[in-house]
């Protein structure tokens, strides 16, 4: 993570964090609270707001008006499309505050557009969210679910694309290789 | 509710009401325009914006992203999560412009992250609608609610916790205790 | 589409593009990026975001919160509700970037608040989406769609309100009357 100052800001975006990462851009009417770190290469879409204490890993892209909250992490390379809602609270009243829970999203993950992730959930490796989904148990790595609740629908390669296995082997159009090892695991094998 | 200045108004909300309670706060790229009611120390969230006419009451939390429309009244101690998404148009077509309808959140309701709620609803006391729903009718007091379209699943304490019911009777762990009185009600008793 | 300057733009929004028609008004914290196309009489919500190369009608209404990507085209007099989430990415993941998909809105279609649809979708003529769906198929003219997935549901006037056939004809309140040419095709008549 780097603390260089070499990194785009909209002069309408306000960022008040001292650790953003060479290379990232953030864009208008977004906001980086002091005490957030953001990692090299990524994409701040408009309106995003990053509260304190939330980390973001490196070539992460967020498109507009996503909030992450405090108890959110955000590993390099994942992906929140827009509009994609994360929550830190399981029970709200207004007048009744209880404790932050937290969410992880791991390495290479997407979520899709508009897709609400339940708070204490963690978001597997390359795993992929589809559009408009109600995530409200854990993603396991590589696993696409969709739907609201969101259910498994199949496996996805690191580069994205859905794998379509012949038994317990697959092979991606990008030339990755895979093999089921159990009805929640897929590897990748060369 | 209050019309003292004592609220804390982010530089870059813009705020033109004159009828903001005392200790409420508001932040950047937020928009309250003149003739909107806030009461006392609510807490409205970047990216909100009050439509005139609108009356929000006292202690209430509104995340962000969350856009009010005239017809909608939210009561003392509501909470709207995130990017939650409210309506006053039933059949809208650009061309053909209809009546503004209507939606009341009532006292010490909760409206989980990303939920829509259709026009013309009611959202009963202490009711929480789970995140992501799409709500269609209107919700009970204290009744749990979520799915699209949003189903009953349960019954909520006035602290926001889950009530679990052996026989007609369900304390909380908050020392509250209700009794179902039909299916449609529940109600504290001591 | 005109490009006269006698449009409104609030002072917070940014506005890039000289091709604004008359009558438009733009609200505060929305963007239109140089490039952008918008018609005459529309009018576009706070926070909107409107990307390079998208073109949009004449008599649009886009609420708020609602960005419209590159790869998307909006036609004369669409609705667009509250948070509607448009994509243009279908296999998103942020190392690994894939062509721009798009979306077409047909003339006089209505999307309702926070639905999202799925890149490489045409919403047809006078289609509704009913609120908080998730569209991932092709809408014809005039259906009405609503859930996630979102399905047939029925089908609408020109005006926007819903029409009641008896075997396959329905007189709409507005005057207009339909009919059913088959499963997938209503026709007005005279």
């Given at each position: 993570?780097?603390?260089?100052?070499?990194?785009?800001?909209?002069?309408?975006?306000i960022v008040e964090s001292a650790?953003?990462?060479?290379?990232?851009?953030?864009?208008?009417?977004a906001?980086?609270?002091?005490?957030?770190?953001?990692?090299?290469?990524?994409?701040?879409?408009?309106g995003c707001f990053i509260e304190s204490g939330v980390t973001v890993g490196d070539d992460v892209v967020i498109k507009n008006?996503?909030?992450?909250?405090?108890?959110?992490?955000?590993?390099?390379?994942?992906?929140?499309?827009?509009?994609?809602?994360?929550?830190?609270?399981?029970e709200p009243r207004s007048m009744f505050p209880k404790e932050c829970?937290?969410?992880?999203?791991?390495k290479g993950a997407s979520i899709g557009a508009n897709s609400t992730i339940v708070a204490n959930r963690v978001i597997g490796e390359y795993a992929t969210i589809g559009a408009g989904s109600v995530v409200t148990k854990d993603v396991p790595p590589?696993?696409?679910?969709?739907?609201?609740?969101?259910?498994?629908?199949?496996?996805?390669?690191?580069?994205?694309?859905?794998?379509?296995?012949?038994?317990?082997?697959?092979a991606c159009q990008c030339g990755r290789k895979f093999r089921l090892t159990d009805s929640k695991t897929i590897k990748e094998v060369s």
């Amino acid at each position: 993570m780097s603390t260089e100052k070499d990194f785009f800001r909209h002069e309408l975006a306000i960022v008040e964090s001292a650790r953003i990462g060479s290379g990232t851009r953030i864009w208008a009417f977004a906001h980086i609270m002091e005490g957030a770190t953001i990692g090299k290469r990524c994409n701040i879409g408009e309106g995003c707001f990053i509260e304190s204490g939330v980390t973001v890993g490196d070539d992460v892209v967020i498109k507009n008006n996503v909030a992450v909250w405090t108890g959110v992490t955000i590993e390099d390379g994942a992906f929140l499309g827009p509009s994609v809602v994360l929550t830190n609270e399981l029970e709200p009243r207004s007048m009744f505050p209880k404790e932050c829970a937290t969410i992880v999203v791991k390495k290479g993950a997407s979520i899709g557009a508009n897709s609400t992730i339940v708070a204490n959930r963690v978001i597997g490796e390359y795993a992929t969210i589809g559009a408009g989904s109600v995530v409200t148990k854990d993603v396991p790595p590589h696993r696409l679910v969709y739907g609201n609740p969101a259910t498994p629908r199949g496996w996805m390669c690191t580069c994205g694309r859905k794998l379509g296995f012949t038994a317990d082997a697959a092979a991606c159009q990008c030339g990755r290789k895979f093999r089921l090892t159990d009805s929640k695991t897929i590897k990748e094998v060369s």
